[in-house]
């Protein structure tokens, strides 16, 4: 299984926004802490902002910032949002499939439950449980002109 560069992207954008909740941030910023580009960035910004996460404001004093708080942003639903339009296997688009054990096969409904249980498990997570004592990722994505405090390292997350 392998994510589209759009949700991994799009989970580093929430969490660039969830690390530097306190300031409007400017997609440049972003791209440059996310290792992205600021065109593919603006894409998955757009997205993101049509889907309630973020807001987003043009202009020079313009950027983005999170709509809700970190404990209101579900992974599940941003991988959902993201990975919906591509289809796992072929025989999961009626509209390009060729395959022609389709009526036959049964991999096809334990796929299915398998990428189910996936999104379960993202759904018991928030933004907020990526970033909150998240030094290491704090370090990397705050906004250096940014001052900080120091930052007191949380637990993982039990697996």
């Known amino acids: 299984m392998r994510l589209t560069t759009r949700t991994n992207l799009a989970i580093r954008i929430l969490m660039y926004c969830g690390i530097n909740q306190d300031r409007v941030s400017r997609s440049a910023d972003i791209a440059k ?3 992205a580009s600021v065109n ?13 996460f973020i807001t987003a404001s043009r202009g020079r004093m313009g950027g983005i910032k999170l709509a809700t708080t970190p404990e209101n942003i579900n992974v599940g639903e941003v991988f959902r949002v993201f990975e919906s339009e591509v289809p796992f296997t072929e025989c999961a688009s009626p509209e390009t499939n060729t395959c022609p054990l389709v009526d036959a096969c049964r991999l096809k409904s334990a796929i299915g439950r398998a990428l189910e249980a996936f999104f379960h498990e993202l759904d018991m997570l928030t933004l907020e449980d990526l970033v909150r004592g998240n030094c290491g990722l704090r370090e990397i994505l705050t906004f250096r002109e940014t001052v900080t405090t120091p930052c007191k390292e949380a637990s993982a997350i039990a697996g």
């Open 33 to 35: 802490a996310c290792n």
């Open 40 to 52: 593919h960035l603006a894409q998955v910004v757009n997205m993101l902002h049509q889907h309630g």
